[in-house]
């Protein structure tokens, strides 16, 4: 995946805690990271999914634009949540026009919503590998109209121009095809874990064979802590990041800390054995950790424990150069959390 020398999308990450903004372009044989920067919104600023708070999410956007100087206007957001449903379905053999005229009569055996009030798409993938199948793989992928009209609409009030809609567990599939070696047979499983919601896209080949979002994330860890000791949302936020906060020390959170990351790794065990359940794999060879929550103390550690698969935290510019002009110490500090916002800096119009 490689973009083309004019490209200048600017991949936008609109989660309910921060807003990430990344550009990535091509110099020569090289992706070079060009901008980059992160702004925090306050909380209840966008509440499961939903913009609370339009024109605080507006100012962090602008404040990102202006800080970066960013001149390229054009941008691809990503969405999840319950609003965003990921079907990989078998259907009879047939060309892609006549699948684009048949779509919506498919789609609503699959869709839990009012197909009038979404928005389709669908890739095929190719035929059903199975003998005398006559089928073809397809995936499908529907977003309610007014999530996306929502971001669609803070964007533009920010100036910019959303050319791109994409899945935020697509957005970390192309982020690992850049920077991860595809290996024959091997399964990998992209966690990320966000403030509000945890995107899985499992992997075979490099290829996705299995994506899930589920309602659990770094707003756990917060809550409780708030919640078992008294202290405030910041005190928290804080202590989440093992930084002694609100009269409380580590001694005292590191419990509850460890009680809400065996909720997460619990979590994400079902959707492991749903995925195994449903499918005729049978193994995950590895899962890779990003989102903000992915840098919880402790909490890598668990998934390997747990699982019983190697885990380790994604690295989402591996293979991707840096400007002298970014701020690297950011960069590093944090790279786990970026892997949705380069993996839409990565998209490029009609791919």
């Known amino acids: 995946m490689f973009l083309g020398k004019k490209s200048q999308i600017i991949g936008l990450d609109i989660g309910s805690h921060t807003v990430k903004l990344a550009q990535v372009v091509e110099k020569g044989k090289d992706l070079v990271l060009v901008k980059f920067g992160v702004k925090a919104l306050n909380p209840e600023v966008i509440v499961d999914g939903t913009v609370m708070d339009q024109s605080q999410v507006v100012g962090a956007i602008n404040e990102l634009l202006q800080e970066l100087q960013l001149k390229s206007k054009d941008v691809a957001i990503g969405v999840s949540g319950h609003s965003v449903i990921v079907k990989r379905i078998s259907l009879p053999e047939m060309s892609q026009e006549e699948l684009a005229e048949s779509i919506n009569w498919e789609a609503e055996q699959y869709i839990p919503f009012a197909i009038d009030d979404v928005n389709l798409d669908f890739q095929i993938l190719g035929p059903t590998p199975k003998e005398g199948a006559n089928t073809m793989d397809v995936?499908?992928?529907?977003?309610?109209?007014?999530?996306?009209?929502?971001?669609?609409?803070?964007?533009?009030?920010?100036?910019?121009?959303?050319?791109?809609?994409?899945?935020?567990?697509?957005?970390?599939?192309?982020?690992?095809?850049?920077?991860?070696?595809?290996?024959?047979?091997?399964?990998?499983?992209?966690?990320?874990?966000?403030?509000?919601?945890?995107?899985?896209?499992?992997?075979k080949d490099g290829l996705s064979v299995f994506t899930r979002d589920s309602s659990i994330g770094g707003n756990r860890y917060t809550e409780a802590l708030q919640k078992e000791l008294g202290i405030s949302y910041e005190a928290a936020e804080?202590?989440?990041?093992?930084?002694?906060?609100?009269?409380?020390?580590?001694?005292?959170?590191?419990?509850?800390?460890?009680?809400?990351?065996?909720?997460?790794?619990a979590e994400t065990t079902r959707s492991l054995d749903f995925f195994r359940a449903t499918t005729s794999i049978e193994n995950?060879?590895?899962?890779?950790?990003?989102?903000?929550?992915?840098?919880?103390?402790?909490l890598l550690d668990m998934f390997g424990e747990k699982l019983g698969i190697q885990t380790e935290l994604a690295n989402p510019f591996r293979n991707i150069n840096m400007d002298p002009k970014v701020d690297s110490e950011l960069v590093s500090r944090v790279a786990p959390s970026a892997a949705v916002v380069v993996g839409l800096a990565l998209r490029r119009v009609g791919e």
Do not use: H, W
């Open 139 to 203: 995936v499908l992928v529907a977003a309610k109209k007014d999530k996306i009209n929502d971001y669609v609409t803070l964007v533009t009030e920010a100036g910019l121009n959303p050319l791109i809609m994409d899945v935020d567990a697509f957005a970390l599939e192309n982020m690992f095809e850049v920077n991860y070696e595809i290996e024959q047979g091997r399964v990998d499983a992209l966690v990320n874990i966000g403030a509000a919601v945890t995107n899985i896209n499992i992997l």
């Open 238 to 265: 804080q202590l989440k990041k093992g930084e002694a906060a609100g009269g409380a020390d580590m001694d005292q959170a590191e419990p509850i800390i460890r009680a809400v990351s065996e909720d997460i790794v």
């Open 284 to 298: 995950v060879d590895r899962v890779i950790l990003s989102g903000g929550c992915s840098l919880v103390t402790g």
